[in-house]
Antibody
Framework: QVTLKESGPALVKPTQTLTLTCTFS??????????VSWVRQPPGKALEWLAR???????FYSTSLKTRLTISKDTSKNQVVLTMTNMDPVDTATYYC??????????????WGQGTMVTVSS | QSALTQPASVSGSPGQSITISCTGT?????????VSWYQQYPGKAPKLMVY???KRPSGVSNRFSGSKSVNTASLTISGLQAEDEADYYC??????????FGGGTKLTVL
């Protein structure tokens, strides 16, 4: 069974750095074609793609947020970590991690975590 | 990267068919056959319904179908059922090796 689960603080203060962890099971991030992405969704608003890390270590970021984002992986722990610096109240959102596996479902997010809500407030 | 354009809302009666459009540019929707559609219930994570424009994951009803013409993709739901009432998002892989989502469409089953 393939699962992903996000974890991190529920509340961060403005200007702080957010660190989120995606812990997954049922697949390996060393398998060719496997990628993990982060997507967020502010309350009542649309989904927004943030970042992706590939099986071979390649990393890609949202153009508008790339200066604030860092994505990394620990394949031994089956984890992907996203850090976002200089948090602002507009960054309040549910943050999801999701799998992409081109062999299974092309360039789409076929399995999603349950999401973790992050509120930015002083 | 600008969001893909979707209608804010669509509605239909049980048994009817509805279509949700998703308009992008030659840098995203028109660039590859990598458009996907997601269904999201309130408070829940999105669920993949269609990928690579026309393909359905295992377990997704064949009432859901996708298509694309140039820079506009579409999701059609036939034989509308009450359980289809949800938010639907399109997404496209882009020439920049990133993804872009649509603004979302709220489907109401009358």
């Amino acid at each position: 069974q393939v699962t992903l689960k996000e974890s991190g603080p529920a509340l961060v203060k403005p200007t702080q750095t957010l660190t989120l962890t995606c812990t997954f099971s049922g697949f390996s991030l060393t398998t060719s074609g496997v990628r993990v992405s982060w997507v967020r969704q502010p309350p009542g608003k649309a989904l927004e793609w943030l970042a992706r890390i590939d099986w071979d270590g390649d990393k890609f970021y949202s153009t508008s947020l790339k200066t604030r984002l860092t994505i990394s992986k620990d394949t031994s722990k089956n984890q992907v970590v996203l850090t976002m610096t200089n948090m602002d109240p507009v960054d309040t959102a549910t943050y999801y991690c999701a799998r992409i596996w081109t062999t299974v479902a092309g360039m789409s997010f076929d399995i999603w975590g349950q999401g973790t809500m992050v509120t930015v407030s002083s | 990267q600008s969001a893909l354009t979707q209608p804010a809302s669509v509605s239909g009666s049980p048994g009817q068919s509805i279509t949700i459009s998703c308009t992008g540019t030659s840098s995203d929707v028109g660039a590859y056959n990598y458009v996907s559609w997601y269904q999201q219930y309130p408070g829940k994570a999105p669920k993949l319904m269609v990928y690579d424009v026309t393909k359905r994951p295992s377990g997704v009803s064949n009432r859901f179908s996708g298509s694309k013409s140039v820079n506009t993709a579409s999701l059609t739901i036939s034989g509308l059922q009450a359980e289809d009432e949800a938010d639907y998002y399109c997404s496209s892989y882009t020439r920049s090796s990133t993804w872009v989502f649509g603004g979302g469409t709220k489907l109401t089953v009358l």
